[in-house]
């Protein structure tokens, strides 16, 4: 082989491989998308041939609005008369969840929360290819019922890599919260209707990923930035 037929073929092959390394990216690009931060279901359709047939046609169910939603013994932040009421849908094993729980949340919490013009409620929505988000969420209603559900919530996201049944035991005998009560309460499931439930109504809202936070009759998706936040809220309260 001749020195121009190799510098032919090596120029082929890098042709070849850039080719698929484009494919691989735009690829990339119809998976996740160009948006702020928030965790869909997609991936797990994309893999089941089932879900890749197209949907009847059916007409759009109306978008609730706070006052739709059952807020009765859902743990929440701020004054009971706050003026705006907000209700995340979360996901304790969702990155972008905790990304708003280090990023937008302390700052909506400085500013409206602990001011007492809005209230913050924190409902369910657990992603069916995270495997320990639904348990996550029960041992957090657990917690909740000892009175330390934020303190359970806390936990949980600052140890979001570690989630597991035994963690979740661990940290709850951490937060000197009564074992017997609690592994009983966990054990059993208790809670897993109540979050089951939490779903289902937060797909009634719209919610079609993690977070989201209803604010009022605005839904606010993804892991945005406090002034994204911002905009919406101060809208909500002129």
């Known amino acids: ?53 197209p949907a009847e046609p059916k007409e759009p169910e109306p978008q609730l609005t706070v006052d739709d939603v059952d807020l009765e013994g859902v743990p929440f932040l701020g004054e009971e008369d706050a003026e705006i009421t907000m209700v995340i849908y979360d996901d304790f094993e969702c990155p972008f969840c905790s990304r708003f729980e280090t990023q937008a949340w302390p700052k909506i919490k400085e500013n409206y929360i602990d001011t007492g013009k809005a209230k913050f ?6 992603l069916g290819f995270h495997s320990h988000a639904q348990i996550a ?21 600052e140890n979001q890599q570690d989630i597991s049944e035994e963690s979740l035991k661990e940290w709850a005998e951490e937060l000197e919260l009564g074992m017997d009560d609690f592994n009983e309460c966990l054990d059993t499931h208790k809670y897993a209707e109540k979050v089951k439930k939490s779903m289902a109504e937060g797909q009634q809202v719209g919610v079609k990923g993690t977070p989201s936070i209803l604010i009022e009759d605005e839904l606010v998706v993804g892991a945005r930035p406090f002034e994204d936040f911002e905009k919406v809220i101060e809208k909500k309260l002129e």
């Open 1 to 53: 082989m001749t020195d121009g037929e190799i510098k032919i073929s090596k120029i082929t092959l890098w042709q070849g491989i850039s080719g698929i390394l484009f494919v691989l990216l735009l690829i990339s690009i119809f998976t996740h998308g160009f948006g702020f931060g928030v965790e869909t279901p997609t991936a797990a359709a994309a893999a089941d041939p089932e879900q890749k047939k």
């Open 137 to 157: 969420a029960e041992a957090s209603e657990c917690a909740h019922d000892q009175g330390k559900f934020w303190e359970m919530h806390g936990m949980i996201f």
């Open 121 to 126: 409620y924190y409902k369910h929505f657990p």
